[in-house]
């Protein structure tokens, strides 16, 4: 770091210690507002506060566009959430008591924050306010001697102070006094930023002192009037099917946990990249399957996404507890981390989306040595399906099944199912070094726990404890319930899923009285699709046939069971679509389908 930089911070108020902390990102806004400032004043960087008048056409979004990466022309008023805000803090304005009239709005990088402050400026022009606009806290320096009412005449009716990026510089006394300390009853301020400056004890803790919206009300919900204008914008493209496009809508609502950017590019690229659009006329499952594809996931406008929303923050550290948090074994301070990134849901107690999921687990690298594999080409599809799970389990560790850890461990709700298959899920990764594997949304009823693409065209669901119950039409965790997505129920409704390389791995890790339930599936025309790890016994099974002992290599077995490959092991055929539907729809009753359905196998599993 050059002299005049570090200049440049220490101008800026930072003391030593704080500019050693900052993230690679803040260093680098800050840098570009460091350049920015010679290049202005030739002689070095001018030391005074920067608050000027906002003026639309010189804001850096003011198409409301995302100018690096574009969402081409769509354009959101979010009138609803700018009038809440602005209705919030003129109620602050008109009261004797209380804090000042100050607002922190909180999110993840690029869920809209910005976009939102020069919504909100321009509102508040509109209703005679004069408006100061910062696009960075780092330009707010702080001299000796300097007051608000040097950058602000007193005299001004309405004044609104709007302040971007303030993460970028914690400490400033520009940003301390608007947001705390001001009494001043014509002044409105509104902050941005992501969470990282409300969660460490060497940076000022202001949240006390205001009110603060979090990412939660910066995300687009389903039900909301963005989504319908969102809706309504690309349906006008003509590009697909009106209903196609409110179902891809919802989906990548979903898959994205809602974040502003990367939902409004997923909804862009699928209907305007003539790749996508095919796959969007087909089905959800088959666009589905190109997002998660080789393709696209290798494209340019790929990275773009992945830059925009992330930019530097998957350092190692970073990577390495958002792993933990996945994996069930995460400490009070991995979620802390998650939330200082806003990777982290409130109201849920989860990480963000599935789409911040895989993009954790697409990091995971295959491991080196002799135990890493690779799918082979044109080999039977049932084959590779079973070598993924196989290898998945072979990897996998006792810390993987843990139920939650003692000790220094937040309550989260992140079910343990969703934990283990994320497990098994990094296993795989680490074990196949050509796979892509990846969760698929739950947005829509038929999509599965793993799409695996590429040399492996397959769909593995997993679950945990499921059990075949007497009556099929119970709901929850039962086996038939779960296989029946994959089958037509008659011949005028298709299967709610595409996949027809698919299958069921089924981790039974409860405790040996709950084990007393299981029952293998005996049925030949439905074992071909269930697998059933049996944790007790470090088993494999595929169907009623043990296929496997130790099924994970670092856990020891009293019995061991040498592994032969599918292709040398005698199955029955999959089932005709005719034969599938006779199991789930030609009996009467209850009981009756489910005779038809399976043959229990009275052998229970010890």
């Given at each position: 770091?050059?002299?005049?930089?570090?200049?440049?911070?220490?101008?800026?108020?930072?003391?030593?210690?704080?500019?050693?902390?900052?993230?690679?990102?803040?260093?680098?806004?800050?840098?570009?507002?460091?350049?920015?400032?010679?290049?202005?004043?030739?002689?070095?960087?001018?030391?005074?506060?920067?608050?000027?008048?906002?003026?639309?056409?010189?804001?850096?979004?003011?198409?409301?566009?995302?100018?690096?990466?574009?969402?081409?022309?769509?354009?959101?008023?979010?009138?609803?959430?700018?009038?809440?805000?602005?209705?919030?803090?003129?109620?602050?304005?008109?009261?004797?008591?209380?804090?000042?009239?100050?607002?922190?709005?909180?999110?993840?990088?690029?869920?809209?924050?910005?976009?939102?402050?020069?919504?909100?400026?321009?509102?508040?022009?509109?209703?005679?306010?004069?408006?100061?606009?910062?696009?960075?806290?780092?330009?707010?320096?702080?001299?000796?001697?300097?007051?608000?009412?040097?950058?602000?005449?007193?005299?001004?009716?309405?004044?609104?102070?709007?302040?971007?990026?303030?993460?970028?510089?914690?400490?400033?006394?520009?940003?301390?006094?608007?947001?705390?300390?001001?009494?001043?009853?014509?002044?409105?301020?509104?902050?941005?930023?992501?969470?990282?400056?409300?969660?460490?004890?060497?940076?000022?803790?202001?949240?006390?002192?205001?009110?603060?919206?979090?990412?939660?009300?910066?995300?687009?919900?389903?039900?909301?009037?963005?989504?319908?204008?969102?809706?309504?914008?690309?349906?006008?493209?003509?590009?697909?099917?009106?209903?196609?496009?409110?179902?891809?809508?919802?989906?990548?609502?979903?898959?994205?946990?809602?974040?502003?950017?990367?939902?409004?590019?997923?909804?862009?690229?699928?209907?305007?990249?003539?790749?996508?659009?095919?796959?969007?006329?087909?089905?959800?499952?088959?666009?589905?399957?190109?997002?998660?594809?080789?393709?696209?996931?290798e494209s340019k406008e790929y990275r773009n996404l992945l830059h925009r929303c992330f930019g530097e923050d998957f350092d190692?550290?970073?990577?390495?507890?958002?792993?933990?948090?996945?994996?069930?074994?995460?400490?009070?301070?991995?979620?802390?981390?998650?939330?200082?990134?806003?990777?982290?849901?409130?109201?849920?107690?989860?990480?963000?989306?599935?789409?911040?999921?895989?993009?954790?687990?697409?990091?995971?690298?295959?491991?080196?040595?002799?135990?890493?594999?690779?799918?082979?080409?044109?080999?039977?599809?049932?084959?590779?399906?079973?070598?993924?799970?196989?290898?998945?389990?072979?990897?996998?560790?006792?810390?993987?099944?843990?139920?939650?850890?003692?000790?220094?461990?937040?309550?989260?709700?992140?079910?343990?199912?969703?934990?283990?298959?994320?497990?098994?899920?990094?296993?795989?990764?680490?074990?196949?070094?050509?796979?892509?594997?990846?969760?698929?949304?739950?947005?829509?009823?038929?999509?599965?726990?793993?799409?695996?693409?590429?040399?492996?065209?397959?769909?593995?669901?997993?679950?945990?404890?499921?059990?075949?119950?007497?009556?099929?039409?119970?709901?929850?965790?039962?086996?038939?319930?779960?296989?029946?997505?994959?089958?037509?129920?008659?011949?005028?409704?298709?299967?709610?899923?595409?996949?027809?390389?698919?299958?069921?791995?089924?981790?039974?890790?409860?405790?040996?009285?709950?084990?007393?339930?299981?029952?293998?599936?005996?049925?030949?025309?439905?074992?071909?699709?269930?697998?059933?790890?049996?944790?007790?016994?470090?088993?494999?099974?595929?169907?009623?046939?043990?296929?496997?002992?130790?099924?994970?290599?670092?856990?020891?077995?009293?019995?061991?069971?040498?592994?032969?490959?599918?292709?040398?092991r005698k199955m029955a055929k999959m089932p005709s679509p005719g034969q599938a539907k006779a199991f789930f729809s030609s009996?009467?009753?209850?009981?009756?389908?489910?005779?038809?359905?399976?043959?229990?196998?009275?052998?229970?599993?010890?």
């Amino acid at each position: 770091m050059n002299s005049g930089f570090r200049a440049y911070l220490v101008g800026a108020g930072l003391s030593d210690a704080q500019i050693a902390s900052l993230s690679p990102e803040c260093l680098l806004s800050a840098r570009r507002d460091f350049q920015q400032s010679i290049q202005t004043s030739p002689a070095g960087p001018v030391n005074k506060s920067v608050l000027s008048l906002f003026e639309e056409n010189t804001s850096r979004n003011s198409k409301l566009a995302f100018p690096a990466y574009g969402v081409g022309t769509v354009e959101l008023k979010r009138q609803k959430l700018v009038d809440e805000f602005i209705n919030l803090l003129e109620g602050e304005l008109v009261s004797d008591e209380g804090p000042p009239a100050s607002l922190y709005i909180q999110g993840m990088k690029a869920s809209g924050k910005t976009i939102l402050l020069e919504l909100l400026a321009k509102k508040l022009q509109a209703k005679g306010y004069r408006v100061y606009y910062s696009m960075s806290a780092i330009g707010l320096m702080t001299p000796v001697g300097w007051s608000l009412k040097d950058s602000i005449p007193v005299n001004d009716d309405k004044v609104a102070v709007l302040i971007d990026e303030v993460q970028s510089n914690p400490a400033s006394v520009v940003i301390h006094e608007l947001l705390k300390d001001t009494k001043r009853k014509n002044l409105i301020t509104i902050a941005a930023g992501i969470p990282l400056i409300l969660r460490s004890d060497e940076e000022p803790n202001i949240s006390s002192k205001f009110k603060f919206k979090k990412s939660a009300e910066l995300r687009l919900q389903s039900d909301s009037q963005e989504m319908q204008e969102l809706v309504a914008h690309w349906q006008g493209l003509n590009v697909v099917d009106s209903k196609v496009v409110e179902d891809v809508c919802v989906y990548l609502q979903d898959y994205c946990g809602g974040h502003f950017f990367s939902t409004v590019k997923l909804m862009e690229y699928a209907f305007t990249m003539p790749a996508a659009i095919e796959a969007a006329a087909k089905s959800m499952d088959a666009l589905s399957k190109y997002f998660l594809g080789h393709e696209f996931q290798e494209s340019k406008e790929y990275r773009n996404l992945l830059h925009r929303c992330f930019g530097e923050d998957f350092d190692r550290d970073t990577e390495d507890r958002l792993s933990r948090t996945l994996a069930g074994q995460g400490h009070s301070s991995d979620i802390t981390a998650m939330q200082r990134l806003g990777w982290w849901s409130e109201e849920k107690q989860d990480v963000l989306s599935t789409f911040l999921r895989n993009v954790c687990l697409s990091r995971i690298k295959s491991a080196s040595g002799d135990d890493v594999i690779q799918l082979k080409v044109g080999s039977d599809p049932k084959e590779n399906m079973e070598t993924i799970i196989v290898k998945g389990l072979e990897g996998m560790q006792m810390s993987d099944f843990a139920e939650g850890r003692k000790g220094d461990t937040p309550k989260t709700s992140i079910p343990v199912a969703d934990s283990l298959s994320f497990n098994w899920g990094s296993s795989v990764k680490r074990a196949i070094s050509n796979i892509r594997i990846q969760f698929q949304s739950r947005a829509r009823e038929g999509q599965v726990d793993f799409a695996c693409n590429g040399v492996a065209d397959c769909a593995i669901e997993t679950q945990r404890n499921a059990t075949w119950p007497v009556n099929p039409d119970v709901k929850g965790q039962s086996m038939p319930e779960h296989l029946k997505r994959f089958f037509p129920s008659d011949n005028s409704v298709p299967a709610k899923s595409e996949w027809t390389n698919f299958a069921v791995l089924n981790f039974v890790v409860a405790p040996g009285a709950a084990k007393k339930e299981l029952v293998l599936p005996a049925s030949a025309s439905l074992r071909e699709h269930v697998y059933t790890y049996v944790h007790d016994d470090n088993k494999l099974y595929h169907g009623s046939e043990l296929i496997k002992c130790p099924a994970v290599l670092s856990l020891q077995s009293q019995t061991p069971h040498k592994y032969v490959p599918l292709s040398k092991r005698k199955m029955a055929k999959m089932p005709s679509p005719g034969q599938a539907k006779a199991f789930f729809s030609s009996a009467s009753d209850g009981a009756a389908a489910m005779s038809r359905l399976v043959h229990f196998s009275r052998r229970l599993v010890r």
